[in-house]
């Protein structure tokens, strides 16, 4: 198990070269002078310029991309032109939200989705199959910030019972965690309901069923558990894409996390800001992956982790 | 075995659940009264606090409560106040200014204020080029509560310059650490920054001018104007700016208090003098009789601006009154262009920030469709914008200008701007420089407002730029919170901020 | 029908009929499906039509300052009301599905030629050009696409032509996967050989073989990958860096119509119900093929 954790994280040193390498690239092809952002559009050019040289603007982009890596290597992300603060400290101090937010997201996601996946598999074809998976594709169709709009101006702008943006008032996360919550149930739902099928066709349930056990029973007991293992994997999936922070909800509200600073970033043009969010992102993405195929294979004694199967 | 993992997997759900419900903690119980601490959202994040690097609106919050000058404003009067001076001196020939200072202030950090701090804040003034001491050589400390100014030459502005929210006095050798170290002598010092997200001030129990009356004050970014809106309605907020768009709903509202200001940003609409179009004055002044002002006002600021007739806005002295500006007359405009050899038209690239004139722009750009122009929008993030105009390679271009003497609005036509990185016009007047000149070296303000009067005069006559309007800065707060300062230069003044029962 | 083939229907119990006929009906039958096809063809005509339903000069860019922020059905030449600066919401949304269309179905266009071609060349090749090829797809996912999408538009300037470009890299990491994994399958199929033995080149077994069977995947895959491009056009124009001004564009409508949601929400309400129904369509459609083309991937 160690082993394959170890060659995991090692796969990760190439994806970080190469995300680094062309995000950098990508955004030195960018107009817009930093120093200018940092010390806003009215600044004296001399102060400008002065600011330039300290932050090693004026070097190719080869020598400023070899310096990043340089630091990086040693644990130094460098230092946000915007806040001034070390981007680790930035990322780290805005992910908690984003966490709890990505959580409360997955919750309303699954309370959703399982139930109606588990109904859809059940009474396969009926009326609520059709509208389950429609309802499903329609969560999955709805653009986030436009979901997010809507909701803030339903529940906040006409009702006034929940807020419209900011984490720190009471019930900030429900709104947010509505919108991105609703976008996942299509993918969970979905999922739940072809395990689930597959799984009731299986002999051992026929079997039970034959036997004369409870056909309730037979659902929650035997075939449920078994259902399950694929959809959990697809929920840490799912959930490890929320730690991307979503972008478009977390601007609607406000939301104090890394896809508002993410993209923040990418627009001002910070640029150690702008790739130390990238690559932790993808840090996160890969060891969320990791996690679900360890989990998966925890679960179900079928999987080894080398592959193949028993 | 199967049994086990349904088992570990609903108590990691549960432990994640109960995780998850801690962060979900909101502000305590509501308390009896007024709350000793207020909160103020601002649009954008608080953050490079530089007062010399740093000039975008929101960071004068910080300037004013933070930090002290040497001068300070009467705004009806006219007249300078002291503050950190207690009295000053000018010299005959104009070439040395001695203030003498407070030997009662410290830093929030405990130190003594002293010469020293002003004589380094003014070292670093004039190395960061902040324009807050035009022509000044460099400051020496007499003793410890007596500096001197030594000027290179006899500037009329420098005093005007000292009360200005950006004239910081700096802790001596603090150097670029004050970004993200506020260290000043201010009525307030800072408690908390979380960069990004809010920012805590408390009131300094050493300061040696007057107490403020709110002991706390929590500055939070939310950049959704309808959010700020809502906050304060619902009382998450105490303070925040609105846009035009929102006045409506916020004066409906019994409980709130608006405060308005005639904004001192100038907008105009900049033309680029090397363009093989734009030199010609026939198709200046086209384009001036082509754009109307106030559907532009109203579509962009639901009608709550003033039209601009000159650079200088009326509130600020040297303003030249008795100009008006060309009046909107699209037939003379077209008759104008053709009289140009240009009745077909031709292209025009307009580069512009986004998120500030995105409706500015494409009124614009229909506006002069009508006359045959044809305008492609170049809107950009608000540095790469600046960093095209700055470097005279947009052809028309919108900016603003905001300040508290009439030198800053009308030098962006100086010719000193075709060198010194500043190049929105790629202007060379004789007539405009001249007048700047004098007015800068002229210490009598009648003599002074008569150079900016010509020199408006002849930017009106040679249709330099087209001057467009001067918005209004809405703030709201409950209508038990008064005090809030909007000043007539850019920021607000929050020391002043008081409960009303 | 022949004698014989009366036979074989009356002993096997059911019509002889060919493949395509067998997955039309498979698709019909499908009412899901249906409504899918008939909506997007709905929205594929008015994009299409777009320059002849509106005219583009006094309808969708005409600025109208006495006009503005009109409800709908307030004046009966708006009749679904003005924006803030008095152009005609209708014209616009309809001229938008043109640019939300065409965006969306060049990006997967661009994304799905490239990841063809990396595809079918690393599956089929395979060893240390297969491992090279899919290391660098995995470096390019790395980066959730619309991060990715948005650092390409921040850096080389929001226009149409690069919002296309920045969709579609987001995209090729999973096409080449997807393409590479079809070859596989096919890759050592008889006929296959065969054409080796018939001295046929490399180039010409992937392109004459390999990608005509790999047509049902990337069927598939366009149908959904259009909507997901849609969806990342109106994102990147809802935070500015998309369509530029005067065009309109679904999402940054809703962005202008932000700011006046309290007392003009059809103005961020119908544009977002554009977007939802389109992408809604496209799933539907998408879902639908791939169950008709494959019915033993349906749940």
């Known amino acids: 198990m160690l082993k394959y954790i170890i060659k995991r994280l090692l796969l990760l040193i190439p994806v970080i070269l190469g995300v680094t390498a062309i995000v950098f690239f990508i955004m030195s092809l960018a107009p817009g002078d930093p120093a200018l952002s940092i010390l806003g559009p009215d600044a004296e050019p001399e102060a400008v310029e002065h600011l330039r040289e300290e932050l090693g603007l004026n070097d190719p982009v080869i020598v400023q991309y070899a310096n990043y890596m340089w630091d990086f290597i040693h644990g130094d992300l460098g230092t946000s032109y915007n806040s001034g603060r070390p981007v680790l400290e930035e990322y780290l101090y805005f992910f908690p939200a984003t966490f709890k937010l990505a959580f409360w997201s997955m919750f309303v996601a699954v309370i959703i989705s399982i139930p109606i996946g588990i109904i859809s598999a059940v009474k396969q074809y009926s009326l609520i199959d059709n509208i389950g998976m429609v309802g499903a594709l329609a969560g999955l169709s709805i653009p986030n910030f436009w979901l997010g709009l809507m909701l803030i101006m339903v529940f906040s702008l006409n009702l006034g019972i929940l807020p419209s943006g900011g984490a720190t008032a009471p019930g900030a996360v429900i709104l947010p965690a509505i919108t991105i919550g609703t976008g996942l149930t299509a993918t969970i739902t979905r999922m739940m309901r072809s395990s689930m099928l597959e799984t009731i066709r299986q002999d051992y349930i026929r079997t039970a069923r034959a036997k004369g056990v409870n056909s309730k029973k037979v659902i929650t007991g035997h075939a449920l558990r078994n259902a399950l293992i694929p959809v959990v994997t697809v929920i840490c999936m799912d959930f490890g894409y929320c730690l991307a922070g979503a972008s478009t909800t977390e601007i609607v509200f406000s939301w104090p996390g890394i896809g508002r600073l993410t993209v923040n970033a990418i627009n001002s043009q910070d640029r150690p800001l702008a790739i130390g969010c990238l690559i932790m992102t993808a840090i996160a993405i890969c060891v969320s992956n990791m996690v679900m195929d360890i989990l998966y294979a925890i679960i179900d004694p079928r999987i080894k982790l080398t592959g193949g199967s028993k | ?501 | 029908m022949s004698k014989k083939k009366k036979n074989q229907a009356q002993s096997t119990g059911r019509k002889n009929i060919s493949k395509g006929q067998d997955i039309r009906r498979r698709f019909m039958r499908n009412r899901n499906s249906v409504i899918g096809l008939v909506l997007t063809a709905i929205f594929v005509f008015v994009a299409l039509a777009a320059p002849i339903l509106v005219d583009y000069d006094t309808q969708v860019i005409q600025q109208s300052i006495p006009d503005r922020l009109l409800q709908p059905g307030e004046n009966p030449e708006h009749p679904l009301g003005t924006d803030e600066i008095g152009r005609d919401v209708m014209a616009r949304l309809i001229y938008a599905a043109k640019m939300s269309l065409s965006i969306g179905a060049m990006s997967v266009v661009i994304a799905i030629a490239i990841g063809v071609f990396i595809g079918s060349v690393a599956g089929y090749f395979g060893g240390k050009v297969d491992t090279v090829l899919m290391r660098l797809m995995e470096v390019l996912d790395g980066v959730p696409s619309f991060l990715m999408a948005l650092t390409i538009c921040a850096a080389l300037g929001a226009s149409v032509y690069t919002l296309m470009i920045a969709i579609a890299v987001g995209s090729i990491a999973a096409q080449s996967r997807m393409v590479r994994s079809a070859v596989l399958t096919v890759k050592n199929n008889e006929y296959v050989e065969a054409a080796k033995a018939m001295g046929a080149t490399d180039m010409q077994i992937i392109f004459y073989h390999i990608i005509p069977n790999c047509v049902g995947t990337i069927i598939v895959q366009f149908s959904v990958k259009i909507a997901g491009g849609i969806l990342s056009a109106s994102s990147l124009s809802f935070l500015g860096l998309g369509v530029q001004p005067p065009d309109p564009e679904w999402g940054a409508m809703l962005s202008g119509g932000r700011t006046y949601m309290l007392d003009n929400p059809t103005l961020t309400l119908f544009p977002g119900l554009c977007i939802m129904i389109v992408i809604l369509a496209l799933n539907m459609l998408g879902d639908g093929l791939r169950d008709s083309l494959d019915p033993r991937l349906k749940g």
Not at chain 2, 9 to 36: D, T, W, Y
Not at chain 2, 46 to 62: E, V
Not at chain 2, 92 to 114: A, C, N, P, S
Not at chain 2, 424 to 452: M, P, V
């Open chain 2, 1 to 501: 075995m199967k049994k086990n993992w349904l088992r570990t997997l609903s108590l990691v759900l549960c432990l994640a659940l109960c995780f998850g419900l801690i962060g979900c903690g909101g502000p305590g119980e509501a308390e009896e009264g007024n709350p000793e601490q207020i909160v103020i959202a601002t649009d954008v994040d608080l953050k490079a606090l530089d007062p010399m690097g740093n000039w975008s609106g929101a960071c004068y919050y910080i300037y004013w409560t933070c930090y002290d000058r040497l001068l300070g404003y009467d705004y009806e009067t006219g007249e300078f106040l002291p503050e950190l001076a207690t009295s000053w001196e000018v010299s005959e020939d104009g070439m040395e200014y001695i203030f003498h200072l407070r030997d009662d202030v410290k830093w929030h950090d405990g130190t003594q204020f002293t010469a020293k701090d002003v004589v380094y804040t003014v070292k670093r003034g004039i190395e960061t080029q902040c324009g807050n001491y035009p022509s000044v050589s460099h400051a020496e400390a007499i003793d410890d509560f007596t500096v001197k100014y030594i000027m290179n030459e006899p500037n009329s502005l420098v005093l005007d310059k000292q009360w200005i929210g950006d004239a910081a006095i700096i802790q001596d050798g603090c150097g670029d650490d004050v970004a993200t170290n506020i260290m000043g002598t201010g009525a307030y010092k800072v408690k908390e920054w979380h960069i990004g997200e809010h920012l805590i001030i408390e009131a300094n129990p050493d300061y040696w001018g007057e107490q403020p009356a709110i002991k706390e004050i929590k500055y939070v970014t939310m950049p959704e104007a309808n959010a700020r809106l809502m906050a304060v309605q619902a009382g998450d907020v105490h303070v925040a700016s609105i846009p035009a768009a929102n006045i409506k709903a916020a004066q409906e509202d019994e409980n709130l208090t608006i405060y308005t200001n005639q904004s001192t940003s100038l907008n105009y609409l900049g033309m680029n003098h090397s363009n093989e179009y734009l030199s010609n004055k026939l198709v200046r002044q086209a384009i001036y009789h082509a754009i109307n002002k106030q559907d532009i006002i109203d579509a962009a600021l639901e009608g709550y601006a003033v039209q601009a007739d000159v650079l200088v806005p009326p509130s600020i002295q040297g303003h030249a009154k008795d100009i008006k500006g060309y009046e909107y007359d699209v037939e003379k405009a077209k008759a104008l262009l053709a009289e140009a050899g240009y009745a077909d038209g031709f292209d025009l690239e307009l580069t512009y920030r986004t998120g500030m004139y995105d409706v500015q722009a494409q009124i614009i750009q229909a506006q002069l469709k009508e006359i045959g122009i044809n305008v492609t929008l170049d809107g950009r993030e608000s540095a790469a914008a600046s960093e095209k105009i700055n470097a005279g390679q947009s052809q028309l271009n919108l900016g603003y200008r905001g300040s508290s003497n009439a030198d800053y609005y009308l030098s962006i036509m100086h010719s000193d701007r075709m060198t010194d990185g500043r190049n929105i016009l790629n202007l060379s007047n004789e007539g405009i420089d001249a007048a700047l000149d004098k007015a800068k070296t002229t210490i009598d303000t009648d003599a002074r407002t008569q150079e900016y009067i010509k020199c408006q005069q002849i930017a009106h006559d040679e249709v330099v730029v087209v001057p467009l309007y001067s918005g209004t800065v809405f703030n709201i707060s409950p209508k038990n919170l008064a005090g809030v300062q909007l000043l007539p230069t850019s920021g607000s003044d929050h020391r002043q901020i008081h409960w009303v029962e």
